[in-house]
């Protein structure tokens, strides 16, 4: 069955970076578009970014010129880097793909 198990979250200052993974099998990862989404305390849940199994990649205007998702078909594996991280990144960040998710890792931005 399909599984996404996301990790490197954690806490980290204004402005820091922290790269989150996302480790995937069950399925044929390198033809799957793969998604980040994050929610934060009492909001919903938005996509952050997304990339095409052909390497095209669409961001939310918050993270844009911020964060960066790739991926790598050798290792099953989606990333996301955040760079210049701001209070408001703090949620948990979720992979996706189709209608499965991941657990979700918490990043937290606190000074």
């Known amino acids: 069955q399909v599984q996404l198990v996301e990790s490197g979250g954690g806490l980290v200052q204004p402005g820091g970076s922290l790269r989150l993974s996302c480790a995937a099998s069950?399925?044929?990862?390198?033809?799957?578009?793969m998604n980040w989404y994050r929610q934060a305390p009492g909001k919903e849940r938005e996509l952050v970014a997304r990339?095409?199994?052909?390497?095209?990649?669409n961001y939310a205007d918050s993270v844009k010129g911020r964060f960066t998702i790739s991926r790598d078909n050798a290792k099953n594996t989606v990333y996301l880097q955040m760079n210049s991280l701001k209070l408001e990144d703090t949620a948990v960040y979720y992979c996706?793909?189709?209608?499965?998710w991941g657990q979700g890792t918490q990043v937290t931005v606190s000074s």
């Open positions: 996706s793909r189709l209608s499965s």
């Open positions: 069950g399925f044929t990862f390198s033809l799957s578009g």
């Open positions: 990339i095409s199994p052909g390497g095209t990649t």
